[in-house]
């Protein structure tokens, strides 16, 4: 058990903000047990709106237990901002990896085996009856153990209701920047009378794919409105290699064929050193199957979670594999002393008195 008492806990440095701005991730020790661990600082009064949303993840993380999924361990609140402690993953999110380490895209094992473990959190969602609705590569996060977890459990919905399974038919709460759009299924952005259940979850793991492969993430630079269209006609991204490139590109064609935010601008050497890569590597014909299984257009041709752990790509992962020498590049995070905000903050919740509140009922 962990205490919500800031004095067992302390703060070493800001980890990064998030959520819009809304919050702010630190790593910290929790003295008791000298175990590190990762405190989300939420301004609840900056959005109040989403905190029903902050509510959610907690309840949900509460109720779900799993290796690969996030766990909550504790929290606390103080005047209009909320603690929330959860286990430190000190490599970070997929997406600050691939930002500051791999704009080309990690390695096809890398990604065979963070994607294992995404399923493998998915395989227990779904057979819990919920639809997690936001997997992508900031919600899916590694530390120096090997360790994968998949967070981001405020968008998840419940498909029991009063004991009834049922479809779901609302779109997920909206992040910061409507950034979510471009993971999301295409039935369920039609918000039809059909509906959609766990299968969209596939759709989104098929985007995972690409943008763990590429780098990037696909539909980044294309308008909503254009992106919608196509993924209702059944247009879907690709993994890109030597099969993609048959013959050089220009820079326009490239991007337009990437159909991808590039993550490193619009420069010409930027463009040109990340089609130099693709064009020099080969992807596995099964990651190219895999990746084309989920995106189908139609929900129901593709695999659920449990039929997708036997696919012939996981095959390559052999028991030695260590996750984190494939991406060894990629630096921990690690205490800083001189971290300012970081200790202005915990000399500021070392005199508070952690506040009973009844406006926050875990």
């Not at 504790?74 to 430190?88: A, N």
């Amino acid at each position: 058990m962990f205490n919500p008492d800031i004095n067992d806990y302390q703060l070493t440095s800001i980890i990064a903000e998030c959520c819009g701005g809304v919050a702010v991730v630190y790593s910290a020790v929790y003295k008791p047990y000298n175990q590190n661990v990762a405190i989300k600082r939420y301004f609840v009064d900056k959005s109040k709106e989403k905190a029903s949303l902050i509510q959610q993840d907690i309840l949900t993380r509460k109720e779900l237990q799993h290796p690969n999924i996030l766990p909550y361990l504790t929290s606390f609140v103080f005047g209009h901002e909320l603690y929330v402690v959860s286990p430190l993953m000190n490599l970070g999110s997929c997406r600050d990896i691939l930002d500051r380490y791999f704009q080309e895209g990690l390695p096809e094992l890398a990604c065979a085996m963070i994607l294992r473990d995404v399923l493998l959190a998915l395989q227990y969602l779904h057979k819990q009856f919920y639809i997690h609705r936001s997997v992508r590569a900031s919600h899916v996060l590694l530390d120096t153990n090997g360790t994968v977890r998949v967070s981001g459990l405020r968008s998840a919905a419940c498909m029991m209701v009063r004991g009834r399974r049922q479809r779901q038919h609302n779109l997920p709460p909206p992040d910061h920047d409507n950034a979510n759009l471009m993971w999301l299924s295409p039935e369920l952005l039609e918000q039809n009378l059909k509906g959609y259940d766990e299968q969209s979850d596939m759709y989104s793991l098929g985007v995972l794919c690409c943008e763990l492969a590429n780098g990037a993430v696909p539909f980044a630079e294309v308008p909503t409105t254009l992106m919608f269209t196509e993924k209702v006609r059944g247009s879907r991204p690709q993994l890109l290699d030597c099969s993609s490139f048959p013959e050089p590109l220009d820079d326009g064609e490239m991007k337009s064929m990437y159909n991808t935010d590039s993550g490193v601008g619009d420069s010409a050497e930027g463009v040109s050193r990340l089609r130099a890569a693709y064009a020099a590597r080969k992807l596995s014909d099964a990651f190219h199957h895999l990746s084309d299984q989920l995106l189908q257009r139609d929900p129901e041709k593709r695999p659920s979670a449990s039929q997708l752990l036997n696919h012939p790509f996981f095959k390559q992962i052999r028991k030695t594999d260590f996750l984190p020498s494939l991406i060894g590049r990629v630096k921990p995070v690690k205490p800083d002393p001189d971290d300012i905000s970081a200790l202005l903050l915990e000399e500021k919740l070392s005199e508070m008195e952690i506040e009973k509140s009844t406006e926050w009922d875990f």
